[in-house]
């Protein structure tokens, strides 16, 4: 695979971390893999708590040229200094978002399993649009976004595709032909290195 057709990373923060210790982890992997984008994920609705992960991060990612978005709290974007926006549902709402942050921001849109949701999510101006889980989960209703989804999606549009949740190297292997991007997050926050645990990931693609 060339360096042109090999996915991009798009790694996902946990829901919930240790601000005295994740932002050196996040760091370490950003200084052992090429990363096109951080996703801040964190389940606290405290605004102070988010913003606080925010500025911690935003400086991680900045400092090596990575883009940081958030999940779904679009009014911090232009307040913290974010580059974009993740939505978690799909097209909604996003083409009056696309007027309010301008052409500038990323946004993106997790679509599911559903390719009519990610045609109007494209349609809508997303930047990109991802889709999951990959792999089998014991979460959510059992449903898993197969490979013949990202392989129509790679040949009939041209917004760029992210495949995210319960990433393996199987899959790495299976879906890197047919994807732009990989969200990984979960699959190696858990690691004691998971900068090494990427890397394992990633082995397929050479």
Known sequence: ??????????LVTPPEFDLEVFPQRLAAVLDSTEVACVRLALAS????RVARAADALR??????????VIEKHVLLVERLGLDGVHLT???RGLRNLRKDLGEEAIIGAFCGVTRHEGIAAAESGADYVA???VG????????VADSDLFQWWSEMIEVPVVAEG??????VEKLGPFTDFFGIGEEIWGSDD???ALAVLLAPLG
Do not use: W
Request: aromatic fraction near 4%; charged fraction near 30%; avoid cysteine.
């Open 136 to 143: 089998a989960t014991p979460l959510g209703d059992g449903s």
């Open 59 to 68: 400086d991680v990612a900045h400092a090596r040229d990575v883009a940081l």
């Open 89 to 91: 549902d799909g097209a």
């Open 166 to 171: 319960a990433v393996s190297v199987e899959l």
């Open 1 to 10: 695979m060339s360096e042109a057709e090999r996915p991009q990373i798009y």
């Open 194 to 196: 998971p900068a090494k």
């Open 131 to 133: 889709f999951g889980p």
């Open 45 to 48: 609705r405290d605004e102070d």
